[in-house]
């Protein structure tokens, strides 16, 4: 399915961050993927599935959380962390900002587990 | 056991100077009149901190000593030909003194975090100009608040209460009556609907709080609160008017709001997914308030438009101050970015992303700012200081940094330190250093230092002037 991606602060984030990036709070945290209740549904996916969010620039498996905050179908939230990030580009239109909210993707459910830290590392360092 | 007060908070750019801090032993066991973030920070701070120095041997990160940890960076920094010094927002303004002047010793490129968040609002300010102001006089004046893209309620808890709608100033009360008696409302109308649908067996969701009803019974001459974003965020739970605009589409919400000021009329049913009745609205409301305040955040600057959203969204306030009384403030996120771009600009004449390879300070963002510069492979060395750009970074900028010989200080061991070649660990500043920052309204604040670091851990400004001094050395010989 083709859904619009936004990314953004949330308050768990905030204090993950504080406690640290290697605790669970942190991954519990920032590795999900907030979406309609709708879009679930069409996806056959429940609270709690995995779901694989792939971009032109990689992929990344994220928890599927049901958020009654995304009020229209087609677009999902993905809190600011290394999971949102490395689903995006790095081209910045010559303003020095890449393109961080609102970016298009195509959302699947999987049966793989969510992308550790670890995972994120190698795929930029092997 | 003592309690030390009036603690400056190093966590978001609100820099709350109201924290009170339960010590014992040299420990925090309490933080008094802390958000969530604010405590979390305090009173697990050392949880996972880094207390040793490594340098990257045969592929693995090996402890060091300080001392050959600050000479490795030395000869790092040294023999590089394009480096790239980033982070700074969250340090003092003293340590970012010393980036500042090493970064022109080794004729590197310096950039500090607002280059990924609120650096198009400083292109924007720079082109338009700004109508700026503190926070206190909105908090005595303001009647009209509204957060564009920007969700206080998780990036700045404390934001409304002590500066905004939800604080009480000199002319102006806080509306926490109308919220509380409104969210008892909400949740009445929430069981009725749950009694209806189990009757009729339909409509799970509770209809949203209709916004023109809630406009229409709103006290004249009280404080008003709108939030304008893509999505229903806490912030905009407690809003008397919520406004949702489809992802992308700011800009032009923002013109056809200036067009409405301007009693023009739009020849259009919606704006990016609002009926021009409720901009019509909005535009009544802004004119007639007497001091209004637009606070925005990453909401306009990293979306589609990014400094343009940014820009029109400055032009709004400018043509609302030939009715009334405006204002608009970038919601800055990092404690110290505001002092980043501050020292910046009074050391080199830039606010970020400043290259110093030709021998004097040049600017040009989307040239000189660090994702182009690392998009582009061109660093050839960095030092990463209080950020973690690693996790921060778009997948292929962050895989260039990895690449090239890379130090990192930083009290955590963050992902960025994981991938570094040398790592440094440092004093958390606000707690167990002090310094300045500056508060995301340029007031200046002290940072305490309420706890003894560790043995043997520095702050920021200490371990940048020993490489500075060690790089001064080796140039010499
Ligand atoms: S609002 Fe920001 S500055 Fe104030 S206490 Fe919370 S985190 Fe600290």
Known sequence: ?126 | MTVVSNVVCPVCGCCCDDIELVIENNKIIEARNACAMSAAKFENYSLHRNMDAYIRKNGELTKASLDEAIRKSAEILAESSYPILYGWSSTSCEAIKVGLELAEEIGGVIDNTSTVCHGPSILAAQDVGLVGTTLGQIRHRADLIIYWGSNPWSAHPRHMERYAALSDGRFQRNMWRRITARIRADSVRKKITRIISIFFKRGKETPPREAKESFEMLPSGERKLIVVDVRRTRSAELADYFVQVKPGGDYDVLQALRALIRDEELDVDEVAGVPVETLEEIADVMINCNLGVIFFGLGLTMSKGKLRNVEVAIKLTQDLNERTKFLIMPMRGHFNVTGANTVFTWQTGYPYAVDFSHGYPRYNPGETSAIDVLRRGDADAALVIASDPISNFPREAARNLADIPLIVIDPHLSLTALVADVVIPSAFVGIEAEGTVYRMDHVPLPLKRVVDPPRGILSDEEILKRILEEVRRLKKS
């Open chain 1, 1 to 126: 399915m083709e859904i619009l991606i936004l990314t953004g602060r949330t308050i768990n984030q905030g204090c993950g961050k504080e406690i640290g990036k290697a605790s669970k709070e942190y991954v519990e945290s920032v590795a999900v993927c907030e979406m309609n209740e709708k879009d679930m549904e069409n996806l056959r996916i429940r609270d709690g599935d995995r779901v694989k969010v792939t971009t032109e620039f990689g992929s990344v498996i994220l928890t599927a959380k049901k958020s009654r905050r995304i009020r229209s179908p087609g677009t999902a939230f993905i809190p600011y962390g290394p999971w949102a990030n490395y689903i995006m580009g790095s081209s910045t239109d010559g303003t020095g900002m890449p393109l961080l909210k609102g970016v298009p993707a195509h959302v699947e459910p999987t049966e793989e587990k969510v992308s550790t830290i670890r995972d994120l590392i190698d795929s930029i360092t092997v």
